[in-house]
């Protein structure tokens, strides 16, 4: 068994940020291994998307064809994938870790008789698996012992897409046996958690508001900041759970994951719900009071201090820059 396989997600006709990260992460895993990594697209038309592919440093892309593969079903894309896995035998296959990937995995990875590390956060030397528990409040890490093709999924901003290699790779095509009656759910819509106006896990710069900011009143100080800025306005749970900002807004555990070169957490005291959302951040800049905040653990620089004192001081400041050129 040979190679790392990375499964590319598509969403509107483009491969979405986080199949780039998991490129990234096959990345990693092919050097670690000295093995090739490829990457695979499903659908009846891939061309586009298989030429997407093929800038970044693969060793071959495959494009998944078949009609039936038109639309999304769990039973096309695990039937397709299950005839490709059992020729090619791969030794690792990574997915990104999205709602149709949680669909279909588990059960191509049950026919071939193994099991999915699903939502993996870190991959280190042997190779090993880091993935969180229990909400981020314990981790685990998870080796593959067996013989077969381990399966595993990444965590939306646990590996920096800009980490990924790019060289032109070459383009071949695998045409999957699939007949009709093979597939026992009707195509729908692809899954969307919330009809969003802001895509924050695509933001570079992030400006995020915790309940330090007392009021609603109050948010306008932390939003000139992020104007000035140019970043993006983000909060945590108790912010969008009063209402203050829409809950498209909510970087955590149960809002959105967040890899930005920037966060700049401002009155936020850093429990865990929130940090499993933005600790995949490049730099994490906090501003808090309180000098014993879980916030400071993980910030790479951090100011103790009044938000109300320290926000504005900030704005002012950027200001000042922008102003003399």
């Not at 096959?26 to 800038?55: F, R």
């Not at 955590?252 to 951040?281: D, E, F, N």
Request: aromatic share 6%; hydrophobic share 45%.
């Amino acid at each position: 068994m040979s190679g790392v396989w990375v499964i590319l997600e598509a969403r509107d006709s483009r491969i979405g940020r986080i199949s780039w990260e998991a490129v990234a992460a096959g990345q990693q895993l092919s050097a670690m291994l000295g093995q090739p990594v490829y990457g695979v697209v499903l659908g009846a038309n891939t061309e586009s998307l298989a030429a997407e592919a093929a800038t970044r440093s693969l060793g071959r892309v495959l494009r998944v064809e078949h009609p039936l593969l038109e639309n999304y079903t769990s039973d096309g894309y695990t039937h397709a994938l299950e005839q490709l896995f059992r020729v090619e035998e791969p030794a690792y296959v990574v997915f990104p870790h999205t709602y149709q990937v949680r669909d279909f995995a588990p059960a191509l990875a049950a026919r071939l008789g193994q099991t999915l590390i699903g939502d993996v956060t870190s991959i280190a030397a042997g190779p090993a698996f880091t993935r969180q528990l229990m909400q981020g409040r314990l981790t685990g890490t998870y080796r593959h012992n067996g013989s077969g093709t381990c399966f595993l999924s990444v965590q939306s901003g646990a590996i920096r897409a800009d980490a990924m290699e790019s060289e032109a790779a070459s383009i071949e095509t695998f045409v999957p046996t699939l007949e009709a009656t093979q597939i026992r759910t009707r195509p729908s819509a692809p899954f969307r958690a919330s009809a969003q106006t802001v895509d924050l896990g695509s933001a570079s710069l992030i400006v995020s508001v915790g309940r330090g900011i007392k009021g609603a009143e109050n948010l306008p100080l932390v939003q000139e900041l992020a104007t000035v800025l140019g970043a993006e306005l983000a909060a945590s749970r108790p912010i969008c759970d009063n209402g203050w900002l829409p809950m498209e807004r909510q970087v955590g555990s149960s809002g959105q994951t967040v890899a930005p070169k920037v966060y700049i957490a401002v009155g936020i005291s850093g429990a865990i719900q929130h940090l499993v959302g933005m600790k995949g951040s490049q730099c994490i800049v906090a501003i808090n009071k309180d000098p014993e905040a879980p916030i400071f653990e993980v910030a790479d620089y951090g100011i103790v201090g009044d938000l109300f004192d320290v926000v504005p001081a900030l704005a002012a400041a950027v200001k000042a820059s922008k102003q003399q050129g």
